[in-house]
């Protein structure tokens, strides 16, 4: 159904001819873009040699020029070498599962959602759902009655629990996790529909002990819809597969997303309490949910990791103002969720220590170098920053090729340029949400 | 150490792979970046200064460098004259002005290597002239002037392939004190110039390139006027200007002393102009001319029409010192021919009587028919001129020429040339012979006999120095000789004038020339 939403492209000889070439073997090597790739990656080092070259006293721009090259660039570095060994994988290995669905008015989407879940690839007798009206003021309960109803036909267990009143998606979680009693808890987000061999390509790695959540990788569905879900489905995309995948080779995957990840019940029972009423500088906590159940499993030294062949399909907002409010609600809980994670960082591996807190610090400093860059430098100088906006274009173009090579995506050049705005205009939204950190007003979904 | 009854009792749960089809490529693609870098921090410079029509140099190179990949043996035998190349800019498309062509500089070094020619330091070049230390055959000196970025940039490649080494004579104000430019070489450039071995700097000027005032309006040359004092309205005196000199020509010294700590030994006067084409002190060449002599002991000037010799001679302990300087519309042939039309001459010499044997022309027409080099005054001018380069270094010589001459009042011989206005002559009218001694465009008779020559008819006539002694006549006799005064110079050099009193009336028609060493 997803997949139908792509608009369709115009077709000509040329895309034609393009088509066929990245669906042949040697069009799948992407020489070519490969060969950019590295020849700017190049480019950046150069950069950086003449930065060291060329350094006149500034220590701190310096460090932050070179230790932003390196995190990016470190990235796809190490997420190339994240590989789980297929000896731990079993197709036999078939633990129950619960998947929990807390929704509000949802009446549109709740039904489908459900109805995929049934339909997955798994042992109808190993899994269950359990989906919470969470005081919908809509017709979410009798959609819920209704899916229950026919999975039921298809022999899967359908829960459904009906609160009057709304009580937020945390406790709409937590309230699952307590009602399951399977091995594996799975929460699929309302607005994002799962493939058939999702479910066994995200619990294949709870056979390792140490394993506490694993999140799959999530694709914007309606990533044809405009040049700002285009740009999002680039930055998912890089996201998933080179961030989480570099942070999967030392099993600490910072945020299992929302849109679909796995959790071992069994670990989660244990924090849930101390979850539920989770407070920061004295406020109740109620958006972020992802990152800090994540939080508590790598705090309790559980690994979390990034299942590449696991894929989960979401609407990104495809308007400026909803994609304000997400990006806003994101950025708090971000930083929320790194401060605490902070406390217990450096006990995990030192590449990821090391990592985690530079990545802390560099995104804390962006908007001040912006600032610098776009206001102090122009005004003293009386010259337009193009080194500035040469570097940042610089890094979006890799990052763009990064997605043209691995999501073998063809139309990835204006995202690049979004991406490239983005990142400028952005990262004071940080400096407000760290202000506005306190009020909590967007909180629920 | 595993008992094999006993099963594995932990699963691999690695969450990386080291595999080597993981790090094989990421580790080639490593070492190719880390080389890159190198590669890039070695020639940062000329990569940063890089333009893209150098491209021609450095395909010239490489191409040289795979045909020739065995470097050619250097000449045993030695040269009595060395002949030093002056370019300026390299530029793109055709060459204009004082700049050539980057394909045009190409192609003449091109040239000149595959003719066996090869360079020499300055040092060399010193030990060549003030020592007499030989040199071997086709040897040349090649310079540039005023430390420009595409001389360097763009010679680079070529002089590498070939194994040539030049003198950069640099503008040490723009260059050696601390200002940056994207036009003039900069002293990291300069330093790394020096330190790549194949690069000598030598004195341009400090501050002396620039035209300054000589009156409320206009500007002139440095070197070759005096210049006008704005806020006093008045001109330099004889005193400041010798003072403004020295101190631009020691300036320069010193900088290049503090800066690279070596002293400069020659210098290369801006423009060529020591005030011999316009000026507003008559003085002015023979003031700059000591003070060059005491602050460098080599000084280069271009070697114009007026200068009867092109190349510099062993052990000639001269201070001026003559470079050709490739003119827009020569190609890598006209210069091989000025080069070699110019080359000493051994005596005994028969000539050819072609201009392109080397027979200058600084004055009025000279034009050859086989046998025969006729000189002709032109439309403007009182008489004509020739004299035959590569004939610096003869000492004691006589000259025998037949000539017949239809028009014109007189007709001489020079010798003794040590530039185009200071020369020993013997001069012949219908009604007489004389020995004359020019100095600065002055000119003396010495001696002079009274004897009645035909013109119009063909006449042996001839000329014969010995030391300080002068001695003219006709029909194979000496008939008047003259001691000239012997605190001059020594100097080879052959010329023959024809000249009337008025313009376009002069010609003479010489049919043979013949050059033996003087008994």
Same mark, same amino acid.
């Given at each position: 159904?997803?997949?139908?939403?792509?608009?369709?492209?115009?077709?000509?000889?040329?895309?034609?001819?393009?088509?066929?070439?990245?669906?042949?073997?040697?069009?799948?090597?992407?020489?070519?873009?490969?060969?950019?790739?590295?020849?700017?990656?190049?480019?950046?080092?150069?950069?950086?040699?003449?930065?060291?070259?060329?350094?006149?006293?500034?220590?701190? #721009?310096?460090?932050?020029?070179?230790?932003?090259?390196?995190?990016?660039?470190?990235?796809?570095?190490?997420?190339?070498?994240?590989?789980?060994?297929?000896?731990?994988?079993?197709?036999?290995?078939?633990?129950?599962?619960?998947?929990?669905?807390?929704?509000?008015?949802?009446?549109?989407?709740?039904?489908?959602?459900?109805?995929?879940?049934?339909?997955?690839?798994?042992?109808?007798?190993?899994?269950?759902?359990?989906?919470?009206?969470?005081?919908?003021?809509?017709?979410?309960?009798?959609?819920?009655?209704?899916?229950?109803?026919?999975?039921?036909?298809?022999?899967?267990?359908?829960?459904?629990?009906?609160?009057?009143?709304?009580?937020?998606?945390?406790?709409?979680?937590?309230?699952?996790?307590?009602?399951?009693?399977?091995?594996?808890? #799975?929460?699929?987000?309302?607005?994002?529909?799962?493939?058939?061999?999702?479910?066994?390509?995200?619990?294949?790695?709870?056979?390792?002990?140490?394993?506490?959540?694993?999140?799959?990788?999530?694709?914007?569905?309606?990533?044809?819809?405009?040049?700002?879900?285009?740009?999002?489905?680039?930055?998912?995309?890089?996201?998933?597969?080179?961030?989480?995948?570099?942070?999967?080779?030392?099993?600490?995957?910072?945020?299992?997303?929302?849109?679909?990840?796995?959790?071992?019940?069994?670990?989660?029972?244990?924090?849930?309490?101390?979850?539920?009423?989770?407070?920061?500088?004295?406020?109740?906590?109620?958006?972020?949910?992802?990152?800090?159940?994540?939080?508590?499993?790598?705090?309790?030294?559980?690994?979390?990791?990034?299942?590449?062949?696991?894929?989960?399909?979401?609407?990104?907002?495809?308007?400026?103002?909803?994609?304000?409010?997400?990006?806003?609600?994101?950025?708090?809980?971000?930083?929320?969720?790194?401060?605490?994670?902070?406390?217990?960082?450096?006990?995990?591996?030192?590449?990821?220590?090391?990592?985690?807190?530079?990545? #802390?610090?560099?995104?804390?400093?962006?908007?001040?170098?912006?600032?610098?860059?776009?206001?102090?430098?122009?005004?003293?100088?009386?010259?337009?920053?193009?080194?500035?906006?040469?570097?940042?274009?610089?890094?979006?173009?890799?990052?763009?090729?990064?997605?043209?090579?691995?999501?073998?995506?063809?139309?990835?050049?204006?995202?690049?340029?979004?991406?490239?705005?983005?990142?400028?205009?952005?990262?004071?939204?940080?400096?407000?949400?760290?202000?506005?950190?306190?009020?909590?007003?967007?909180?629920?979904? | 150490?595993?008992?094999?009854?006993?099963?594995?009792?932990?699963?691999?749960?690695?969450? !990386?792979?080291?595999?080597?089809?993981?790090?094989?490529?990421?580790?080639?693609?490593?070492?190719?970046?880390?080389?890159?870098?190198?590669?890039?921090? $070695?020639? /940062?410079?000329?990569?940063? +200064?890089?333009?893209?029509?150098?491209? /021609?140099?450095?395909?010239?190179?490489?191409?040289?460098?795979?045909?020739?990949?065995?470097?050619?043996?250097?000449?045993?035998?030695?040269?009595?004259?060395?002949?030093?190349?002056?370019?300026?800019?390299?530029?793109?498309?055709?060459?204009?002005?004082?700049?050539?062509?980057?394909?045009?500089?190409?192609?003449?070094?091109?040239?000149?290597?595959?003719?066996?020619?090869?360079?020499?330091?300055?040092?060399?070049?010193?030990?060549?002239?003030? +020592?007499?230390?030989?040199?071997?055959?086709?040897?040349?000196?090649?310079?540039?002037?005023?430390?420009?970025?595409?001389?360097?940039?763009?010679?680079?490649?070529?002089?590498?392939?070939?194994?040539? !080494?030049?003198?950069?004579?640099?503008?040490?104000?723009?260059?050696?004190?601390?200002?940056?430019?994207?036009?003039?070489?900069?002293?990291?450039?300069?330093?790394?110039?020096?330190?790549?071995?194949?690069?000598?700097?030598?004195?341009?000027?400090?501050?002396?390139?620039?035209?300054?005032?000589?009156?409320?309006?206009?500007?002139?040359?440095?070197?070759?006027?005096?210049?006008?004092?704005?806020?006093?309205?008045?001109?330099?005196? +004889?005193?400041?200007?010798?003072?403004?000199?020295?101190?631009?020509?020691?300036?320069?010294?010193?900088?290049?002393?503090?800066?690279?700590?070596?002293?400069?030994?020659?210098?290369?006067?801006?423009?060529?102009?020591?005030?011999?084409? /316009?000026?507003?002190?008559?003085?002015?060449?023979?003031?700059?001319?000591?003070?060059?002599?005491?602050?460098?002991?080599?000084?280069?000037?271009?070697?114009?029409?007026?200068?009867?010799?092109?190349?510099?001679?062993?052990?000639?302990?001269?201070?001026?010192?003559?470079?050709?300087?490739?003119?827009?519309?020569?190609?890598?042939?006209?210069?091989?021919?000025?080069?070699?039309?110019?080359?000493?001459?051994?005596?005994?010499?028969?000539?050819?009587?072609?201009?392109?044997?080397?027979?200058?022309?600084?004055?009025?027409?000279?034009?050859?028919?086989?046998?025969?080099?006729?000189?002709?005054?032109?439309?403007? %001018?009182?008489?004509?001129?020739?004299?035959?380069?590569?004939?610096?270094?003869?000492?004691?010589?006589?000259?025998?020429?037949?000539?017949?001459?239809?028009?014109?009042?007189?007709? !001489?011989?020079?010798?003794?040339?040590?530039?185009?206005?200071?020369?020993?002559?013997?001069?012949?009218?219908? %009604?007489?012979?004389?020995?004359? /001694?020019?100095?600065?465009?002055?000119?003396?008779?010495?001696? $002079?006999?009274?004897?009645?020559?035909?013109?119009?008819?063909?006449?042996?006539?001839?000329?014969?120095?010995?030391?300080?002694?002068?001695?003219?006549?006709?029909?194979?006799?000496?008939?008047?000789?003259?001691?000239?005064?012997?605190?001059?110079?020594?100097?080879?050099?052959?010329?023959?004038?024809?000249?009337?009193?008025?313009?376009?009336?002069?010609?003479?028609?010489?049919?043979?020339?013949?050059?033996?060493?003087?008994?």
């Amino acid at each position: 159904m997803f997949k139908k939403h792509r608009k369709p492209r115009r077709t000509t000889p040329l895309t034609k001819f393009l088509r066929w070439w990245d669906s042949t073997t040697l069009g799948r090597l992407h020489l070519t873009s490969w060969s950019v790739m590295f020849i700017l990656i190049y480019v950046v080092l150069l950069i950086k040699f003449v930065n060291f070259q060329q350094f006149d006293g500034g220590w701190l #721009l310096l460090f932050y020029s070179v230790a932003v090259s390196f995190y990016l660039l470190s990235r796809f570095f190490v997420a190339h070498f994240y590989e789980v060994h297929d000896e731990t994988f079993d197709r036999d290995y078939t633990p129950t599962v619960t998947f929990g669905v807390p929704s509000k008015n949802e009446a549109e989407n709740i039904y489908e959602t459900v109805m995929r879940i049934a339909d997955i690839d798994y042992p109808k007798d190993k899994f269950d759902i359990i989906v919470i009206n969470d005081g919908s003021t809509d017709k979410t309960l009798e959609e819920m009655q209704r899916a229950a109803t026919d999975a039921k036909d298809k022999g899967v267990t359908v829960k459904v629990i009906d609160w009057e009143i709304n009580q937020g998606k945390r406790h709409g979680m937590a309230a699952c996790i307590k009602e399951s009693s399977s091995e594996i808890m #799975l929460f699929v987000d309302s607005d994002s529909f799962i493939e058939k061999d999702t479910t066994r390509e995200l619990i294949k790695y709870f056979r390792n002990p140490k394993v506490g959540a694993t999140t799959a990788h999530c694709f914007v569905a309606n990533e044809d819809t405009n040049l700002l879900t285009k740009m999002q489905a680039v930055r998912y995309f890089v996201a998933f597969k080179a961030y989480k995948g570099a942070e999967s080779v030392f099993g600490t995957v910072t945020c299992c997303s929302g849109s679909c990840s796995a959790y071992r019940r069994e670990y989660l029972i244990k924090h849930i309490d101390e979850w539920l009423s989770q407070k920061f500088l004295g406020v109740i906590c109620t958006y972020g949910d992802d990152r800090s159940l994540t939080n508590i499993l790598l705090r309790a030294g559980y690994d979390a990791l990034y299942a590449p062949n696991a894929k989960v399909y979401t609407f990104a907002p495809d308007n400026m103002g909803q994609y304000l409010k997400q990006q806003l609600r994101w950025k708090k809980s971000w930083f929320r969720e790194c401060v605490r994670a902070s406390a217990f960082m450096w006990r995990r591996n030192p590449f990821m220590s090391i990592s985690f807190y530079l990545a #802390l610090i560099l995104t804390v400093a962006a908007p001040f170098i912006v600032l610098k860059a776009l206001v102090w430098y122009p005004a003293t100088y009386h010259r337009f920053p193009g080194y500035y906006f040469f570097g940042v274009l610089l890094m979006c173009v890799i990052y763009g090729l990064y997605y043209r090579i691995y999501a073998n995506d063809r139309r990835w050049l204006g995202a690049v340029f979004g991406s490239a705005l983005y990142s400028i205009l952005m990262s004071w939204q940080l400096v407000y949400a760290i202000a506005t950190i306190r009020d909590s007003r967007w909180g629920t979904r | 150490m595993g008992d094999p009854l006993v099963e594995k009792p932990t699963r691999n749960f690695s969450y !990386r792979s080291l595999g080597l089809k993981r790090v094989l490529p990421l580790t080639i693609i490593g070492l190719v970046m880390g080389f890159g870098v190198y590669f890039y921090a $070695r020639h /940062q410079e000329s990569i940063n +200064n890089f333009r893209p029509y150098y491209y /021609q140099a450095y395909l010239a190179s490489i191409k040289y460098r795979l045909s020739h990949p065995v470097e050619p043996a250097v000449p045993t035998l030695t040269t009595t004259s060395v002949p030093v190349l002056v370019y300026h800019g390299l530029i793109p498309g055709q060459s204009q002005g004082q700049d050539t062509s980057v394909e045009s500089f190409t192609k003449q070094m091109l040239a000149l290597k595959n003719a066996g020619y090869h360079t020499i330091s300055i040092e060399q070049y010193y030990k060549f002239i003030y +020592n007499g230390e030989a040199l071997p055959q086709k040897s040349f000196l090649l310079t540039f002037d005023d430390g420009r970025k595409d001389s360097y940039y763009a010679s680079e490649p070529v002089l590498e392939a070939l194994n040539f !080494r030049a003198t950069m004579f640099v503008i040490t104000g723009k260059s050696l004190e601390g200002l940056s430019s994207v036009y003039y070489l900069s002293e990291n450039e300069i330093k790394a110039m020096v330190k790549s071995g194949h690069w000598d700097m030598q004195a341009h000027t400090r501050n002396g390139h620039d035209e300054y005032p000589i009156d409320e309006t206009n500007k002139a040359p440095f070197f070759a006027n005096k210049l006008w004092l704005k806020d006093q309205k008045r001109y330099e005196t +004889n005193d400041e200007y010798r003072d403004r000199v020295r101190a631009d020509l020691v300036g320069a010294k010193a900088d290049i002393q503090r800066e690279l700590g070596t002293t400069p030994i020659a210098f290369a006067v801006p423009f060529g102009d020591i005030g011999q084409n /316009q000026s507003n002190y008559s003085d002015a060449k023979t003031v700059l001319l000591s003070e060059l002599k005491s602050a460098y002991p080599l000084t280069f000037l271009q070697a114009t029409g007026g200068q009867p010799f092109s190349q510099n001679y062993i052990g000639s302990k001269l201070p001026i010192n003559m470079r050709i300087e490739p003119k827009p519309d020569w190609d890598s042939i006209r210069l091989l021919s000025a080069i070699t039309s110019s080359d000493a001459r051994s005596l005994p010499y028969k000539s050819t009587l072609q201009t392109a044997e080397g027979w200058r022309t600084p004055w009025g027409n000279a034009f050859s028919t086989p046998g025969e080099l006729t000189l002709q005054a032109g439309a403007s %001018t009182t008489g004509a001129s020739t004299t035959l380069d590569g004939t610096g270094d003869w000492s004691d010589y006589a000259v025998s020429t037949t000539a017949h001459i239809p028009k014109g009042s007189s007709f !001489r011989i020079l010798l003794r040339q040590t530039d185009g206005d200071s020369y020993m002559a013997c001069s012949f009218t219908p %009604t007489g012979i004389s020995v004359q /001694q020019t100095r600065n465009g002055t000119s003396v008779t010495l001696n $002079r006999v009274a004897v009645s020559t035909n013109f119009t008819a063909s006449n042996v006539y001839t000329a014969i120095v010995k030391g300080h002694t002068v001695a003219c006549g006709t029909g194979g006799k000496s008939t008047v000789a003259a001691i000239t005064d012997p605190g001059l110079q020594r100097a080879g050099g052959l010329g023959f004038v024809v000249y009337d009193d008025s313009t376009n009336n002069a010609e003479g028609v010489i049919t043979k020339v013949e050059v033996a060493v003087a008994e």
